[in-house]
């Protein structure tokens, strides 16, 4: 009888840089090596229940995630047939931090989409199928603001669009579409301290309706 587990893939934002969160392998097979979150599906438990329980007691709470796809290749492991049903989730990086929960026996680590490690299994391939299911989510205004919950500026979210969808745009229409959106708000702060002209600082409107960007 075929296995299945379920594997989520966990990104947030930090210091303007995409990240997935991962796990370090201390044992074989692919000792030293990283992996995504995963468990083993049990025959009284659904997946997405599943996927809940691995952050709760992983991380400690809860996030948004959906499902977004299936792997069946016959030599995911190499002793066994073992389905993945891959989750995505997106996660601020400032709750993570003041809600995590992680166990003091995983080490974690977060990754930058564009410096993935070495990955145990197949999960270099889950993390690129992410990556483009991710893609076609970051045109929804409420999955962005999921990923920006407090203060930014224009050029941070451009570069998280430039990394996504792995290519550059150009700076003053992607500033003059994303303020017409009329999703943001100017905060009247700026970002002192940094290198370079201080940028305005912005925030997404309370209540803002779901809508396709870009």
Aim: aromatic letters at 12%.
């Amino acid at each position: 009888m075929n296995k299945i587990e379920t594997v989520i893939n966990i990104f947030t934002i930090d210091k303007g840089e995409v990240k997935i969160l991962l796990w370090h392998k201390k044992n074989e097979p692919y000792k030293g090596y990283w992996t995504l979150p995963v468990k083993e599906l049990d025959e009284e438990t659904t997946m997405e229940d599943n996927v809940n329980e691995i952050l709760i007691s992983k991380i400690g709470f809860e996030i948004l995630n959906e499902q977004n796809y299936l792997f069946s290749n016959l030599d995911r492991y190499p002793d066994k047939r073992v389905l993945a049903a891959s989750f995505v989730g997106i996660i601020d990086i400032v709750s993570f931090e003041l809600k995590k929960d992680i166990t003091d026996n995983i080490e974690y680590q977060w990754f930058s989409i564009s410096s993935i490690p070495k990955m145990a299994f197949d999960h270099a391939i889950i993390i690129e199928q992410a990556i483009k299911y991710l893609s076609t989510k970051l045109v929804n205004s409420n999955i962005l603001k999921s990923l920006f919950p407090s203060d930014f500026t224009l050029p941070e979210v451009q570069k998280v669009y430039e990394q996504i969808l792995n290519k550059n745009l150009d700076r003053r229409n992607f500033r003059k579409k994303f303020i017409n959106f009329g999703l943001i708000e100017d905060t009247g702060y700026k970002n002192e301290g940094f290198n370079g002209r201080p940028a305005k600082l912005y925030r997404f409107k309370e209540n803002i309706t779901s809508k396709e960007l870009f």
